[in-house]
């Protein structure tokens, strides 16, 4: 099993962050046997469909190029010219089969996980000078998979040659006793056989390696628990980092909650423990909703701000710890305790409407709430 230079072992699959740093360095699998098989075979290819048009345009630059210029012998200095034009003649005969090769050498890249141009690849890598790394290297157990997959190509393209050679060695004979066009058109034809027997031969190879060298690539790449640990501490934050983040967004909330007591309508208070401020406005709001609450220490804090902004504080224990354990900030009180708050909003607004000498001062019924059940405890 994989080992880092700590001795732990790389037993987790490299995380997408490892996979992205390594592409950016220019580190992806690749796989040379699958790129020989897609050159060579897309030349056989393009033999076989366009290898009489290439023929005939090597014929005739051969005769061009046989065919003496007497007007040189007068101008030697237009030589280079003509060599030029010559080489330009044969390089356009050519043309289709190198165009099918440089398409095919994209290809095996593409098919490998596709292109990347990677500049820090660019910078020399001095670790690559060191001999005992290449020793590793060589007599490591990648060296001992070059070594299979060298046996396995020679055993392949050995016995694609020999199934072609058996059957072809009365061809090569006769070709002795046939004239010089048919024996090349024969010769030609057991050539590009020959050819597309080897290109077989090398797809193959390809299409074992390519997997490989993907699974190995990945292999290379695997991560030990702890590395694992501190990339997720990168990304996610260090603890000491994500509890000041968290105790920060705490205090604005706290602030921004506390802002809104003044604007409540009622605070239900346990009268020491708890504290939940509540606010309902008939015209734009389905139900009271909480804009604060607290324990403890907070709950003394709303209970302060309320007294000094004139906010009705109401004593409703049951009440108060039920709103605060099932309440929600921002949001509507729950269903359950609508007739116990109903009953407490209707005390204040009596309260508020009442003057000395205009009857005896209204008095809150106690509001029974059922803790366990939730809502309004039956009568």
């Not at 046997?33 to 056989?44: D, I, K, Q, W, Y």
């Not at 366009?50 to 003496?68: F, I, Q, T, V, Y």
């Not at 003509?82 to 050498?105: D, F, K, N, Q, S």
């Not at 000078?129 to 290297?137: I, S, T, V, Y």
Request: hydrophobic share 45%; aromatic share 6%.
């Amino acid at each position: 099993m994989a080992e880092n230079e700590n001795g732990q072992e790389k037993t987790e699959q490299p995380s997408e962050k490892r996979l992205r740093e390594a592409r950016e360095k220019g580190d992806v699998p690749r796989s040379r046997e699958l790129g020989t098989a897609a050159v060579f075979g897309g030349a056989v290819l393009a033999l076989l469909g366009g290898g009489g048009m290439m023929a005939r345009g090597a014929l005739e630059w051969m005769r061009a190029a046989l065919s003496p210029d007497l007007g040189l012998r007068d101008a030697p200095t237009e030589m280079f010219g003509h060599a030029g034009l010559l080489l330009l003649r044969l390089l356009l005969a050519m043309a289709p089969l190198m165009a099918v090769a440089v398409v095919a050498c994209f290809a095996a890249p593409v098919l490998m996980g596709g292109l990347n141009f990677a500049s820090k690849s660019l910078v020399p890598d001095f670790k690559r000078l060191n001999p005992l790394a290449g020793l590793k290297r060589i007599y490591g157990p990648e060296g001992l998979a070059e070594l299979l997959k060298s046996l396995l190509r020679v055993l392949l393209v050995g016995s694609a040659a020999a199934l072609c050679m058996w059957p072809g060695v009365h061809l090569l004979r006769s070709m002795l006793n046939q004239p010089l066009e048919q024996a090349a058109s024969s010769g030609l034809g057991f050539a590009l056989t020959m050819m597309l027997a080897t290109a077989a031969a090398l797809a193959l190879l390809g299409s074992i390696d390519a997997p490989y060298q993907k699974w190995n690539w990945r292999r290379k790449l695997k991560m030990t628990r702890q590395e694992l640990r501190e990339e997720m501490k990168e990304l996610e934050g260090k603890p000491e980092v994500k509890g000041r983040i968290r105790q920060l967004q705490q205090q604005m909330s706290q602030r921004r909650m506390m802002e809104d007591v003044p604007t409540a309508d009622v605070i239900v208070v346990n009268p020491t423990h708890y504290a939940v401020a509540l606010k309902y406005e008939g015209g734009s709001m389905r139900a009271p909703r909480i804009v604060a609450k607290g324990v403890d220490e907070m709950a003394l804090r709303i209970r302060e701000v309320g007294e000094r902004h004139r906010v009705a504080l109401v004593s409703a224990p049951p009440l108060a710890r039920v709103l605060y354990r099932e309440g929600q900030i921002g949001q509507e009180i729950p269903v359950k305790l609508y007739a116990a708050v109903a009953q407490v909003l209707s005390y204040v607004y009596q309260l508020r409407n009442w003057r000395p000498g205009a009857g005896p001062q209204p008095q809150l019924n106690d509001v029974e709430v059922d803790e366990h059940g939730g809502g309004a405890a039956p009568r």
